[in-house]
């Protein structure tokens, strides 16, 4: 079953860029034996006629709902923390969630609606990191 992959939707303050994080799903869903692709759609309406278009059995919606980056004064009490044994283990790192969920093309009810949440010690790797998680549920609800 073909995945059509919406851009991610920014809910937060943070800058992030949606084509990109699109483009990075799309590639770890078709690593994981998933046929997606990418959807260039800015609404849901238009994205179903897209999908349809380009014959998806699902839409993929991903929404940013958190993006904190990691705070440098928590980088440097981390790394100078740790030496002295101070602050906490979790102190200067990235966090997200990405809530997304797995619609049927033509369907307005989510097959899969979840949240993927991580923490690492940069943007750049904590999004990669929930993505992947996205693209793991994703590609086991596909291949039900």
């Known amino acids: 079953a073909r995945v059509g992959v919406v851009q991610f939707n920014n809910k937060t303050k943070t800058a992030?860029?949606?084509?990109?994080l699109r483009?990075?799903?799309?590639?770890?869903l078709t690593n994981d034996g998933v046929?997606?692709?990418?959807l260039n759609a800015s609404s849901p309406s238009e994205a179903v006629?897209?999908?349809?278009?380009?014959?998806?059995?699902y839409i993929l919606y991903t929404d940013i709902a958190t993006l904190k980056a990691p705070s440098a004064?928590?980088?440097i009490g981390g790394m100078f923390g740790?030496?002295?044994g101070i602050g906490s283990a979790d102190s200067g790192k990235a966090e997200v969630r990405l809530d997304y969920?797995?619609?049927?093309?033509?369907?307005?009810?989510a097959?899969?609606?979840?949240?993927?949440?991580?923490?690492?010690e940069t943007q750049e790797a904590t999004l990669a990191s929930a993505i992947e998680d996205v693209a793991r549920a994703v590609a086991s609800a596909v291949s039900r």
């Open 23 to 28: 483009d990075q799903l799309v590639a770890m």
């Open 111 to 120: 097959t899969v609606q979840s949240s993927a949440n991580a923490k690492e």
């Open 49 to 57: 006629i897209e999908a349809q278009a380009k014959q998806c059995a």
């Open 82 to 84: 740790r030496a002295t």
């Open 16 to 20: 992030a860029s949606g084509e990109s």
């Open 101 to 109: 969920r797995l619609v049927p093309t033509g369907s307005t009810s």
């Open 73 to 75: 004064g928590k980088k």
């Open 35 to 38: 046929d997606a692709i990418g």
